[in-house]
C-alpha cells in the first residue's frame, strides 16, 4: 500500500503543479494523466495467483535478462518503469520445454516503481504519463506488431500445406536455418529445393499455445504443433513439436531469420 500511496502522492504533486503553472486546457490533460495512472493501476491489479501465463500477458510483457520457467521479471505493457517479479508452476514437464502459456501463477509481487523513492515515483509519472508525446521517440504499438507476426505466420502455415516457393522465399530471410528434432539444420536453399521437388508434402498444421514477445526489431514466437505429412505410399507420418521461431526487422519488412523445433515425446 505504501508504494501506492506514494505514486498517488506524486500523480497529486505534479497534477497540482500543472494546475498552478498550466491553462486551463492543460489542466484537464493533468486530469487525463491522472485517470491514466488510476485506471492502469486496476488493471495491474486484476492478476492475481491462480491465473496463468497468458493471462498475465495481456497486461505485462517479460523484462527480458537472466529468468527461468519459474520465476521471471515483467514490465507493464504501457510503461517500462513499472514492474512486477512472478512465480509460476509448470502444467506440463515434457522434456526440451521451456515455457507454457498454462503455466500457473503462484506468487506475484507488488507493483514496484522503480527504486520507490517519491522523486523516482514522480519521475516513472512524467516519463509514462505527462510527458508530451511529441518530446517522445514515436514507437509503434505493440499489440499491432504482435498482429503482423501472428498474420505472419498464419501466411506461413499456408505457405507450408500449399508449398508456395514464392511465399516461403519472401516470409523467410536468406540467412533462414531451421534446427531439426534430430539436431540436423534445414536452410533455406535446402527448403526450396524440397518445395520444388515435391518431396515435402505436409498435409495438415494444428498449432495452438503460440505466444508472442517482442523486442525492439525482433520478435520471438513460441507454440505447439501438431503436424500430419505424407510418408511413402499412402502412409501418414503425423508428430507434435515445440517450436521457436525469431523474426527480424529489416528495412520495414519482418522475416523468419531462425527457427527450432523439439519433438513432444508421446505418452
Known amino acids: ?53 497468458t493471462d498475465l500477458l495481456k497486461v505485462f510483457r517479460e523484462e527480458g535478462g537472466l529468468s527461468t520457467r519459474t520465476q521471471r521479471q515483467y514490465v507493464y505493457r504501457e510503461c517500462l518503469y513499472i514492474k512486477v517479479a512472478v512465480e509460476f508452476e509448470p502444467v506440463e514437464t515434457t522434456a526440451g520445454r521451456s515455457e507454457n502459456g498454462k503455466d500457473k501463477i503462484v506468487k506475484i509481487s507488488r507493483i514496484q516503481l522503480m527504486k520507490q523513492k517519491l522523486f523516482v515515483v514522480a519521475f516513472v509519472i512524467l516519463n509514462c504519463v505527462i510527458t508530451p508525446a511529441q518530446t517522445r521517440p514515436e514507437e509503434p504499438d505493440r499489440s499491432d506488431t504482435e498482429q503482423v507476426i501472428l498474420r505472419l505466420e498464419s501466411e506461413g502455415r499456408e505457405a507450408t500445406l500449399k508449398n508456395d516457393i514464392a511465399a516461403n522465399d519472401r516470409l523467410l530471410a536468406d540467412n533462414w536455418m531451421n534446427i531439426n528434432p534430430d539436431g540436423s539444420i534445414t536452410t533455406k536453399a535446402k527448403l526450396m529445393e ?74
Open 1 to 53: 500500500m505504501r508504494k501506492i500511496s506514494l505514486a498517488f502522492l506524486a500523480i497529486s504533486i505534479v497534477a497540482g503543479l500543472t494546475v498552478f503553472a498550466q491553462s486551463d486546457a492543460q489542466s484537464h490533460d493533468a486530469k487525463t494523466h491522472s485517470e491514466w495512472i488510476a485506471q492502469s493501476l486496476k488493471e495491474m491489479q486484476t492478476i492475481k495467483v491462480g491465473m496463468t501465463m
Open 194 to 267: 524440397l518445395l520444388k521437388d515435391g518431396s515435402f508434402k505436409i498435409i495438415s498444421i494444428d498449432n495452438d499455445e503460440v505466444m508472442v514477445r517482442i523486442y525492439g526489431d525482433t520478435a520471438v514466437v513460441t507454440g505447439r504443433s501438431t503436424t500430419k505429412r505424407a510418408g511413402q505410399g499412402s502412409e501418414v507420418v503425423a508428430r507434435q513439436v515445440r517450436f521457436t521461431r525469431v523474426y527480424a526487422k529489416s528495412k520495414e519488412q519482418w522475416q523468419v531469420v531462425s527457427a527450432h523445433n523439439t519433438l513432444i515425446a508421446k505418452p
